[in-house]
C-alpha cells in the first residue's frame, strides 16, 4: 500500500487527522461544532440509501457531508450553510480529496425548497441562537426570535415530507421533529437519534 493510500485511511479514522484539512483556526473550532468522525458514518449508513439526497442542515465547513460522500458513493450529500467563508473552506476540502457526490450550498434554510432533498442530517445548528457566546462567531445575527423561527420552519418543513423520510440529530431537541416521525434507534447515550416519518 503506497504512503498516501494509508494516509487516506487514516484520515477517515481520526478526528484530528481529518480535521488537517481545514486552517487552523477551524480546527480549534472542530470538538465543540464539527461532526466527529464515528458519528457521521454511523447516521450516513442509517440515510444513504442509493441515489437518495441527503441535506445536511447547516453544515459548516462541510465534515459530515465529506465523510459521508467518502463512505457512501452510491447517493449524494448537500450542505447549506450561510456562513460564506465556511462553505468556500468546505469547497477546498472537498476538492483536495476529489469527492463528486457532494454539493455545498451558501444560503439560509429557509430559501431552499426541501422537496428536492429525501433525508435530513441537523446537528442543532440554531443552537448557538440561544447561546450566541458558543456561536462559531459573532459574524451573523443570533437571537431567541431567530431559533424560533428556524425552529419553526424546519418542523414543518419535515412535517410535509412523505412517508419513509429519514431523519437523524445529533444533539437535536424532540420538538424540532414532528410527531409523525419514529425514532427508531439512538446511540452515543441519546445524543445521536435516528428518525423515520410514519
Known amino acids: 500500500m503506497m504512503q498516501n493510500e494509508i494516509f487516506e485511511l487514516l484520515r477517515f479514522e481520526e478526528d484530528a487527522v481529518f480535521d488537517d484539512l481545514y486552517p487552523v483556526h477551524i480546527q480549534?473550532?472542530?470538538?465543540?461544532?464539527w461532526t466527529p468522525l464515528n458519528i457521521a458514518k454511523q447516521a450516513a449508513a442509517f440515510l444513504a440509501e442509493s441515489n437518495a439526497k441527503i441535506l445536511d442542515i447547516g453544515s459548516g465547513v462541510g465534515k459530515f457531508c465529506i465523510i459521508a460522500g467518502y463512505y457512501n458513493p452510491q447517493a449524494r450529500f448537500y450542505g447549506i450553510e450561510q456562513r460564506r467563508e465556511l462553505t468556500l473552506v468546505a469547497e477546498l476540502a472537498k476538492k483536495e480529496l476529489n469527492l463528486s457526490n457532494i454539493d455545498f450550498i451558501h444560503g439560509n434554510l429557509t430559501d431552499l425548497n426541501f422537496e428536492a432533498y429525501d433525508h435530513f442530517y441537523f446537528f442543532n445548528s440554531f443552537y448557538e441562537n440561544l447561546k450566541p457566546e458558543n456561536g462559531i462567531d459573532q459574524k451573523i445575527k443570533t437571537t431567541k426570535e431567530l431559533y424560533n423561527y428556524y425552529t419553526r420552519?424546519?418542523?414543518?418543513?419535515?412535517?410535509?415530507k412523505p412517508s419513509g423520510t429519514k431523519l437523524v440529530t445529533y444533539h437535536g431537541a424532540r420538538k424540532q421533529i414532528p410527531q409523525s416521525y419514529?425514532?427508531?434507534e439512538n446511540s452515543c447515550h441519546y445524543a445521536l437519534k435516528f428518525w423515520i416519518k410514519d
Not at 480549534?28 to 461544532?33: E, I, K, T
Not at 420552519?153 to 410535509?160: E, V, Y
Open 28 to 33: 480549534n473550532l472542530s470538538q465543540l461544532h
Open 153 to 160: 420552519f424546519l418542523f414543518q418543513q419535515l412535517d410535509q
Open 182 to 184: 419514529q425514532l427508531v
